[in-house]
C-alpha cells in the first residue's frame, strides 16, 4: 500500500471519528431526525451526482436490484443513522467513538451465524472479550439516575448490529454493482423515507445558535460527504481487510476530542471497555484468512 492510500486511510478514520464530537454539538440544536433528513439530502445529492459522472448508465440499476437496495437502505442507512443519532443524544461522544468499534465484531458473528464465515479460536476469543467489554459498560450504565446514557449505548449497539447485518447481506449486490452508485441509492431511498417521518420537527429550527449550525456542516461534510468518497476511492486501491486495522483509530480520536472539545472525563469503566473492545476487534480483523465482508467496517453512522 503505498503513501497516499495510507493518508487517505488515516483521513477516513479522522472524517468518522469527528462524528460524535460535531454531531455532540449539532444536536443542542437540532433533533436527531432533522439531522437524519440534512445527511440523506446532502449525501444523495452529492454522492449520485457524482457517481452518475463516474459511472454514467450504470447508475441506475435493474428494478431487482433497487428492490435489494431499498432493503440494504433500510438497514445500513435509515436504523443505522437514526439510532447512532438517537444514542448520541443521549449518551457520551467518547462512549459513541467506542462502541462503533462493534461494528467489525458483530460482522463478523453474523457471517459465522449465517455460515459465510468458519468460527475459529482465535475469533471467538475476540468476540467473547468485546461482548464482555460492552457488557460492562452497560451493566455499570444500569446504575445511573434515568437510564438515559444506558439507553444511549443500547441504541449505538443496535444501530452497530443493524449496519453489520448490512455489511453481510450487501456484499452480492457490492459484487454486482459500483460501491459509489450502491451507497448513493441507500442515501437516497433513505431521503424518500426519512423526512415523512420527521414532520414534527424543525428541520430549521429557530434557537440554533451559529456555533450548531457550523457542526451540522461537519457533519454534512465529514462523516457524510468526505468519508463516503475517500473510502471508495481507497476501496479501489487496496484490499479491504486492509480497513479493519484502521478503524480502531476512530475511538481514540473520539475520546480525544471528546476531552478536548466536549470536556468529557470517561471513567475507568470506560477504560476497561475501550482494552476489551479493542483487543477483541484486532483479534478478529488482524487474523489470517478474513472474509471481505466481514473487513467493510466503515459505518454510515
Known amino acids: 500500500m503505498d503513501a497516499a492510500t495510507r493518508r487517505m486511510l488515516i483521513a477516513v478514520q479522522f472524517c468518522f471519528g469527528v462524528f460524535p464530537i460535531v454531531g455532540k454539538i449539532a444536536l443542542g440544536g437540532f433533533q436527531p431526525r432533522a439531522i437524519l433528513v440534512w445527511r440523506l439530502a446532502v449525501g444523495s445529492l ?17 428494478g431487482k436490484d433497487l428492490l435489494q437496495l431499498f432493503g440494504l437502505s433500510v438497514l445500513g442507512v435509515i436504523l443505522n443513522q437514526l439510532l447512532f443519532l438517537e444514542g448520541l443524544q443521549r449518551t457520551t461522544a467518547v462512549n459513541a ?58 441504541y449505538i449497539t443496535i444501530n452497530a448490529i443493524s449496519y453489520s447485518f448490512y455489511l453481510v447481506l450487501a456484499k452480492p449486490v457490492l459484487l454486482r454493482l459500483p460501491q459509489l452508485v ?47 468518497l475517500l473510502n471508495t476511492i481507497v476501496l479501489s486501491r487496496t484490499h479491504a481487510s486492509t480497513t479493519a486495522a484502521y478503524v480502531m483509530l476512530q475511538p481514540f480520536i473520539s475520546a480525544g476530542l471528546g476531552i478536548v472539545m466536549l470536556g468529557e472525563r470517561p471513567g475507568p469503566e470506560v477504560a476497561f471497555t475501550a482494552v476489551c473492545v479493542l483487543a477483541g476487534l484486532w483479534l478478529v480483523s488482524v487474523g489470517p484468512r478474513r472474509h471481505p465482508a466481514a473487513s467493510a467496517v466503515q459505518p454510515p453512522s
Open 46 to 62: 452529492v454522492l449520485l451526482a457524482i457517481a452518475a459522472v463516474r459511472h454514467g448508465r450504470a447508475v441506475l440499476p435493474s
Open 97 to 154: 467513538g467506542l462502541l462503533i468499534t462493534v461494528i467489525p465484531v458483530a460482522t463478523m458473528a453474523i457471517a459465522v451465524l449465517l455460515g459465510r464465515e468458519a468460527l475459529t479460536r482465535r475469533r471467538s476469543i475476540g468476540m467473547t472479550l468485546s461482548v464482555a467489554g460492552v457488557a460492562a459498560l452497560f451493566l455499570h450504565r444500569g446504575a445511573d439516575v434515568g437510564g438515559e446514557r444506558l439507553r444511549g449505548d443500547i
Open 182 to 228: 450502491v451507497v448513493a441509492w441507500l442515501f437516497l431511498f433513505g431521503l424518500f423515507l426519512v423526512p415523512w417521518f420527521a414532520r414534527d420537527v424543525a428541520w430549521v429550527p429557530d434557537g440554533a445558535t451559529q456555533a450548531q449550525w457550523l457542526a451540522l456542516g461537519g457533519v454534512l461534510l465529514f462523516p457524510t460527504v468526505l468519508a463516503y
